[in-house]
């Protein structure tokens, strides 16, 4: 792998990191419609056309169920009251859908500071010194095997997945450090504090997923799920167990920069960057991600985990995003185009 991946000096600077947000909500609230829709949700919206205005978006065109607009690194394309919005031909689930507010279209506030800000204009978002420590964390161990398919385990497929991105990432002169470098037991809270105590610039956990729809498929990324709104896939959860992370526009950046590497390098159907609750989202200090690459469940997911050069050619995928994360600069072609054949439906 060629360590020259569009570098164009990502800078990760702690105070940079601590105002850009303050600066970005600033500008969302200057744009905000002081109403919520109808139904009373206690949600502040975001007129569509502010973000036009102030030169975020360009629309390109606007059809009755269809809203398609480039920014400065790429397309937007959203459907109406729906939470899918495709980036570039990557699905990206939203917090909420898109929806009327008084004859507008708009948007929630949270969606516009930790997704589509970040993703439109990351340059002003992301001002990253070239030091940098990853955490890659192979999900189980031990006595915890996690997904288990008829000739694999999640626990081994993983550990051996992280140790070629180290490899690769440490060619590429970025320090990694690993939870666990072989069949151990540790706990969700020690992988954090791993993280913090070697001051890690990004959190990547790396997992299997699996089903008991054996057609499930595909690649999914997580990154922390908004206070107020469910997690992507539902299920019963405290809204509010996670406040707003100074780390959010960070993570939607890495998990698309992974994302779209995964979704193109080695063809996985793309179910999408989602939000979950995970433990390691909720505590980790840096900008954090969780990798479902692929489902043991299925049978041709199954086969091609089984082979050494898929999980090879996996592992270049996601050492590429995270070299694209921590070298990211302010050019369109630094983000991949994802290819939209593959695209998962609405959960």
């Not at 629309?59 to 980036?87: H, I, Q």
């Not at 948007?107 to 070239?130: G, K």
């Not at 995928?317 to 983000?335: E, K, R």
Request: proline share 4%; charged share 20%; net charge negative.
């Amino acid at each position: 792998m060629s360590c020259a991946v569009k570098s164009y000096g990502f800078i990760m600077n702690s105070v940079f990191m601590k105002v850009s947000p303050i600066i970005i909500l600033w500008v969302v609230i200057d744009m905000a419609m002081a109403c919520t829709p109808e139904n009373g949700q206690p949600f502040q919206y975001i007129a569509v056309k502010n973000m036009v205005s102030r030169g975020i978006l360009f629309p390109v065109n606007a059809e009755t169920n269809e809203l398609t607009f480039l920014c400065k690194n790429g397309t937007m394309m959203f459907e109406a009251d729906s939470r899918k919005l495709l980036f570039n031909g990557l699905i990206v689930w939203l917090n909420a859908p898109l929806t009327r507010v008084k004859d507008e279209w708009c948007l929630v506030q949270t969606d516009i500071v930790s997704i589509i800000y970040p993703l439109a204009v990351p340059d002003f978002v992301l001002n990253f010194p070239p030091e940098n420590l990853i955490l890659l964390d192979p999900g189980h161990g031990g006595s915890d095997g996690g997904a288990v398919g008829k000739n694999i385990v999640e626990k081994e497929v993983v550990l051996d997945i992280a140790k070629i991105v180290k490899q690769k990432l440490t060619a590429c002169h970025i320090a990694t450090v690993m939870s666990r470098e072989d069949d151990r037991t540790i706990s969700l809270s020690e992988r954090v504090q791993i993280a913090s105590r070697n001051e890690a610039t990004a959190f990547v956990s790396i997992h299997l997923n699996s089903s008991h729809n054996p057609d499930a498929s595909g690649v999914e990324t997580f990154v922390l799920a908004s206070s107020g709104f469910q997690s992507t896939d539902g299920g019963n959860e405290k809204f509010t167990s996670k406040t707003w992370s100074v780390y959010d526009q960070f993570s939607i950046v890495l998990a698309y920069c992974i994302h779209s590497n995964i979704v193109k390098g080695v063809g996985m159907v793309d179910r999408g960057i989602k939000r979950s609750r995970f433990e390691v989202l909720r505590t980790a200090n840096c900008p954090a991600v969780l990798l479902e690459c692929g489902f043991v469940s299925n049978p041709r997911d199954e086969q091609k985990l089984c082979d050494l050069q898929f999980r090879t050619n996996l592992a270049e995928a996601i050492s590429t995003g995270i070299i694209q994360f921590v070298t990211y600069g302010n050019l369109p072609s630094s983000f991949i185009k994802a290819d939209n054949n593959k695209a998962a439906e609405e959960p």
